[in-house]
Structures are given as C-alpha cells and as structure tokens.
C-alpha cells in the first residue's frame, strides 16, 4: 500500500506539461508549505506559460521537463519555498518547489514565479 508521501511522489513524477497547456492564461490555486508562510495562498496566480525543456530531459527519462510560469499580482513577502498547486482534472499536489524569477521583458509589472519538473 502507497502511503500519501509516495501517492504525492508518483503522481509529480507523471505529470506532464498537457496538464496545464489547456489552461494558460486562466487562475491557477497556489498554497504555500513553507514556514513562516504556511496556508496562504498566493491570490490571483494566473498560469502565464508552460515552457518544454527537451535539453534538460536526463538519459532515459520518460517526461518533458516543463516550467510553469505564473503571475502574482501581490505575492507579499514570498519569494521561493515549497508550494501545492492545483492540477486541471487531478486536484491538489505538492509540495513541489516554487521560486520568484525575473518578468519576461513584454510585461514586467508584477511579480512571476516558477516552478520545473524535470
């Protein structure tokens, strides 16, 4: 029998960048799991993009490592820790590691954020 740390685990390690290609542009429910910040949410994560990254993909992996670029409007004071995302169709999943990133030159007005899965 799986326990939830290894339910959580699997699920992660199948998940694929079709997952969130459908719904780019739409909100995305981010939670933080890092002290002192644990429970908030980051209000109004909008997925902004989902990038492919076929170089990153290690010998005899199964997946395309993706990114997920999201836009906070105000993230407070978080700037990288772990967070549960909600996955279209799948519900919650997390922790996985989310960080504060540069803005992508067309629209530097709020705060990104992203988080890979290699």
Known sequence: MMDAASNAAAR?????????????GQPLAVQIATD???????????LVAVHERPRAAMP???RMPFILL??????????????NISVPDQGW???VYCERTLPPASDPSGAYFAIGFA
């Open 12 to 24: 992660i390690a199948t998940l694929s960048p079709a997952a969130f290609t459908a719904v780019v």
């Open 36 to 46: 002192p910040f644990v429970g908030q949410v980051l209000a109004g994560a909008v």
């Open 60 to 62: 005899g992996s199964l």
């Open 70 to 83: 999201f836009k906070v409007a105000d993230p407070g004071a978080f700037v990288a820790g772990d967070c």
């Open 93 to 95: 999943l997390g922790p």
